[in-house]
């Protein structure tokens, strides 16, 4: 089954408003990642936040992290139409040998 | 282009056929990882080479699956027997150590199972 569940399941925002998405994991965990996919094609990894990390910027991206809580989250600022895609999250548990995935949150960024 | 590559793209075939997709991971790469994805869900894991040895295997890995990288390289996954809940997409993705940071993925094999 997999690890990670994200919320919502879509999100319909207009071109330059902020997008979050959420995500709640069950296990401990080494880092949570989250990659974009756009339809039909593979996954991409955006950004990586270490388990003892809280907080994480790249670009327009910031992620948190709270390990109490297993949950993370992904702000996109300012989106952009090119921002349209699915968002995994996905987490390096603590002893595994692979990512476990979330269901995905399906972002629609309208120009 | 140096990236995770995978063959064929889609693949038609008919219940009860055999299937071979093939992944070829970022050379520098040792670890390869094969998972599948069914439409509107997350990527599966269903199992892990480091190098040559195929280290873990997913429960989702039934008998019919068989996967090989047999000079640490590329490697094929192989379908016998296919049904129609096979019908995914299935990606390889490659990483380097220390450990499951930053996975690379190919753009997967459509396979449709009639």
């Known amino acids: 089954s997999q690890q990670g569940e994200e919320d919502p399941q879509a999100l319909s925002i207009q071109e330059g408003e902020n997008a979050t998405m959420n995500c709640s994991y069950k296990?401990?965990?080494?880092?949570l990642q989250w990659y974009r996919q756009n339809s039909g094609r593979g996954l991409v990894h955006l950004i990586l936040i270490r388990s003892n990390e809280r907080e994480k910027h790249s670009g327009r991206l910031r992620v948190t992290l709270d390990t109490s809580k297993k949950s993370s989250s992904l702000l996109i600022t300012a989106s952009r139409a090119a921002d349209t895609a699915s968002y995994f999250c996905?987490?390096?548990?603590?002893?595994?040998?692979?990512?476990?995935f979330g269901t995905g949150t399906r972002l629609t960024v309208i120009p | 282009d140096t990236g995770v590559s995978q063959d064929p793209r889609h693949k038609i075939t008919k219940r009860g056929q055999n299937v071979t997709f093939r992944c070829d991971p970022i050379s520098e790469h040792n670890r390869l990882y094969w998972y599948r994805q069914t439409l509107g869900q997350g990527p599966e894991f269903l199992t892990y080479f480091q190098n040559e040895a195929q280290l873990e295997k997913s429960r989702l890995l039934s008998d019919r699956f068989s996967a090989e990288r047999p000079k640490g390289s590329f490697s094929t996954l192989e379908i016998q027997r296919t049904e129609q809940g096979d019908s995914a997409m299935y990606l390889c993705a490659s990483s380097s150590p220390p450990g499951n940071e930053k996975l690379f993925f190919g753009s997967g094999t459509q396979l449709s199972v009639l």
């Open positions: 296990t401990s965990i080494n880092n």
């Open positions: 996905a987490t390096d548990a603590t002893g595994a040998n692979n990512l476990f």
